[in-house]
T-cell receptor, first 115, second 110 residues
Framework: DADVTQTPRNRITKTGKRIMLECSQTKGHDRMYWYRQDPGLGLRLIYYSFDVKDINKGEISDGYSVSRQAQAKFSLSLESAIPNQTALYFC??????????????FGPGTRLTVL | QKEVEQNSGPLSVPEGAIASLNCTYSDRGSQSFFWYRQYSGKSPELIMSIYSNGDKEDGRFTAQLNKASQYVSLLIRDSQPSDSATYLCAVYNSGSRLTFGEGTQLTVNP
């Protein structure tokens, strides 16, 4: 079984719709992250959470919100989707208590298209 | 200036050659450095981590770090067609945020 899972894997939606992307992990990591990836722009951090009660904005949080329902679950919401939110979205996890490097491990991604 | 810059690609090498991927970073307080491999449409996969100046080898991969020059590189020896992918350099800056370069696309020709 995959350590980090994301649902859905693909989603097509329309402008103005609310959409939620979900991430679950069985790695036991405390820290979870949401990134988006666009061609030519690399991976950019949207939000991150160091534990259930800790949520932080990343570099591109406008238009997004998150919820950390449990240590293992971290959801990303687009309240009113717009076409420039079309991208590949990745969830990642890490735990500095388990590794000197605090490496981040990525889920399989969600391809989101907003029409 | 971008926080993390990678050599522009795409990079093409023949099978069996050494592929050299380069990355520079702007924050002198950066502490940890990573190389991820990403196949088209897939998620980034961690292949190397390096923390100290010098070389770190893992199989066919060698990561090199020079903090004075703010430079980190990845060498892939005996390149194989299966190494064809985009390679992402990532750096934990002094603010503990992982910042990625835009990636270098590598093609290994049989």
């Amino acid at each position: 079984d995959a350590d980090v899972t994301q649902t859905p894997r693909n989603r097509i939606t329309k402008t103005g719709k609310r959409i939620m992307l979900e991430c679950s992990q069985t790695k036991g990591h405390d820290r979870m992250y949401w990134y988006r990836q666009d061609p030519g722009l690399g991976l950019r951090l949207i939000y991150y959470s160091f534990d259930v009660k800790d949520i932080n904005k990343g570099e591109i949080s406008d238009g997004y919100s998150v919820s950390r329902q449990a240590q293992a679950k971290f959801s990303l919401s687009l309240e009113s989707a717009i076409p420039n939110q079309t991208a590949l979205y990745f969830c990642a996890t890490s735990d500095p208590g388990l590794s000197t490097y605090n490496e981040q491990f990525f889920g399989p991604g969600t391809r989101l298209t907003v029409l | 200036q971008k926080e993390v810059e990678q050599n522009s690609g795409p990079l093409s090498v023949p099978e069996g050659a050494i592929a050299s991927l380069n990355c520079t970073y702007s924050d002198r307080g950066s502490q940890s450095f990573f190389w991820y491999r990403q196949y088209s449409g897939k998620s980034p996969e961690l292949i190397m981590s390096i923390y100290s100046n010098g070389d770190k080898e893992d199989g066919r991969f060698t990561a090199q770090l020079n903090k004075a020059s703010q430079y980190v590189s990845l060498l892939i020896r005996d390149s194989q067609p299966s190494d064809s992918a985009t390679y992402l350099c990532a750096v934990y800056n002094s603010g503990s945020r992982l910042t990625f370069g835009e990636g270098t696309q590598l093609t290994v020709n049989p």
